[in-house]
């Protein structure tokens, strides 16, 4: 299954993948994930928001468990981030039918799509339509960077758009939904564990900065008369990491637009997208607030005009403890060492789906932490191990 994927999406010089949603390389995942399912007899739905399901038993006899993740990924993004745990979710049900494990639930394996939101800017949109976070007009008005709508993009890929909502009735029939991931830091590589279970993820966010200056001639325009926007923005990094320091928190200039973005064209216009998460909302706010005061000084100052968008949300997740502890429970039985419980910066479908319905994650060791990054790597052992720890779970949850 790995290498069947490896190739899609894949960028022959970074190495990274460039899977975007309704791209052709999300087609090719979204193809492969239907042969999977289809190769195992697994019944193939695809739902209203073009979330991919594979079925064993009867989707409508409630209490399913879930299992699965996402296989779209971020620009140059690494393999593991979100394949692992679809991958991973396949081959735990082969092991399940290896072992002769008897269902007594329906189960399901998912592929939600773009869970990291690379193309219109929102993470998790397939997962928050279902959930109800994502109102169909703000879904529509998604837009990416070449002025396309998402409704254009899905119908271009071939999709209904006007299909797109909520999804209470599919999200009623899920008891459970456990969601595994390559780790993506290094708690699991410190504390010498292959398999972690989480605990929470931090509450986290996407701003837009727009700053708006005066276009001139960069050779003949005097500085004093400049009113140059990539000076505040430049301003504005440097105040985001002073912010995320002060408040033990992380904030991340990523992506930049500038227009006309010309090297002897003083920009009319710097759009810089901030990324902030921190461990509690109160730091997180802190921080925004404390960028956004930075950013409107040093635009003040040059003479530049400011709009501050947020684009994207996520509050803290606290995972349901009676089903993290559940986890636990199958996964301490018989092992010499309780599996290490720990918290996440990154977001996940399962943290938007934990407002819906009991969710819990897996977490597989990665070495170096690395993720978002042709060099995102866990070892083949550690993903052994964390296919046949889904499979303890998955037995234990659903093979009673
Ligand atoms: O950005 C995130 O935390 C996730 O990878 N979408
Ligand atoms: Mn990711
Ligand atoms: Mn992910």
Not at 61 to 69: E, L, M, P
Not at 139 to 154: F, H, W
């Amino acid at each position: 299954m790995w290498r069947d994927l490896a190739p899609i999406g894949r960028d022959a010089q970074s190495k990274g993948y460039r899977r975007y949603a309704w791209t052709p390389a999300d087609a090719d995942c979204r193809t492969w994930f239907k042969e999977q399912a289809e190769a195992r007899g697994l019944t193939y739905e695809l739902d209203r928001n073009g979330n991919q399901w594979a079925w064993l038993g009867d989707p409508t006899a409630g209490d399913a468990v879930v299992t699965g993740s996402h296989l779209d990924s971020v620009p140059d993004g690494g393999p593991f981030d979100g394949p692992l745990g679809v991958v991973s979710s396949f081959a735990a049900l082969d092991e399940l039918r290896r072992r002769g494990a008897q269902f007594t639930k329906p189960l399901a394996i998912t592929n939600f799509g773009d869970e990291e939101g690379a193309r219109f800017g929102l993470a998790c949109v397939g997962s928050r339509l279902a959930a109800g976070q994502l109102t169909v007009p703000a879904a529509r008005r998604l837009r990416d960077a070449d002025g396309v709508t998402l409704p254009e993009a899905m119908e271009r890929a071939g999709y209904d758009p006007t299909a797109i909502g909520p999804d209470p009735e599919r999200l009623a029939r899920i008891g459970a939904f456990v969601e595994l991931h390559v780790e993506q830091g290094r708690a699991l590589d410190l504390s010498g564990d292959p398999v972690g279970i989480a605990s929470a993820i931090w509450p986290h966010g996407r701003w837009r900065f727009d700053f708006a200056g005066e276009a001139n001639h960069a050779g003949t325009t005097r500085l004093v008369d400049r009113r140059d926007p990539m000076l505040p923005y430049a301003e504005t990094v440097l105040a985001a990491r002073r912010e995320a320091e002060l408040a033990r928190a992380v904030a991340t200039f990523g992506k930049i637009a500038v227009e006309p973005n010309g090297v002897n064209a003083i920009p009319s216009l710097v759009r810089g997208w901030l990324d902030s998460r921190a461990a509690d909302q109160e730091s997180l706010d802190q921080v925004v607030a404390g960028v956004e005061k930075a950013a409107r000084e040093h635009a003040e100052r040059h003479g530049v005009d400011l709009t501050v968008v947020r684009e994207s949300f996520t509050p803290v997740v606290e995972f349901e403890h009676a089903l993290r502890d559940e986890l636990a429970a199958i996964l301490g039985a018989g092992a010499e060492r309780r599996v290490p419980v720990l918290g996440t910066g990154a977001g996940h479908d399962a943290g938007i789906l934990s407002g819906s319905i009991p969710t819990a994650m897996l977490f597989v060791r990665n070495p170096t932490g690395v993720s978002h990054s042709p060099a995102e790597f866990a070892a083949e052992d550690d993903c052994v191990a964390g296919v046949l720890a889904l499979a303890d779970v998955l037995e234990g949850l659903a093979c009673r």
